[in-house]
């Protein structure tokens, strides 16, 4: 069965609600997924599952020192994470607030491991970004996202 883990840092609660929505997403495709808060994450882990999507709120347009630090130490083992599916999702304080520049840095390491990461052509083009709490609409791109890498990580890996 594939197997998704789903990484976050939420202080407010909003990161977290996004994990819990995208797990939905995930869910419905018929994956495994893992939700856990970046402290209850070891580098090793990452090695387990089939796709990786790491959540985090916007500090100062990029992604939380907590999640930095896991990446950080997880070059260990670089070339191990090559080929597993990749993605992020992020929630700020306003437009303009640094959303993309966040996605992008935690892209930019899943890039550098070697990952596939997934984009969307017609909205949400590096991840899901939430502005405050996630509402209606951002809850149902976070499913459709989940959705969206369960299937690209069930192609690749089953």
Do not use: W
């Amino acid at each position: 069965m594939t197997k998704v883990l789903i990484v976050y840092f939420s202080k407010s609660g909003n990161t977290k609600k996004m994990a819990l929505a995208v797990a939905r997403g995930v869910r419905i495709e018929g994956a495994k997924v893992d939700v856990k808060a970046v402290k209850n994450v070891q580098p090793k882990d990452l090695l387990k599952y089939d796709a990786l999507i790491f959540g985090s709120p916007t500090y100062y347009g990029l992604m939380a020192a907590e999640l930095k630090k896991l990446l950080d130490v997880s070059v260990k083992y670089h070339g191990r994470l090559t080929g597993k599916v990749a993605g992020a999702f992020t929630s700020c304080g306003g437009i303009a607030g640094g959303a993309e520049t966040t996605l992008l840095s935690i892209l930019a390491a899943f890039l550098i491991h070697g990952m596939v990461a997934v984009g969307d052509a017609n909205a949400y083009h590096y991840g899901p970004v939430s502005i405050g709490a996630p509402n209606k609409a951002i809850e149902l791109a976070c499913v459709n996202y989940g959705r969206k890498l369960a299937r690209l990580a069930k192609k690749l890996f089953s």
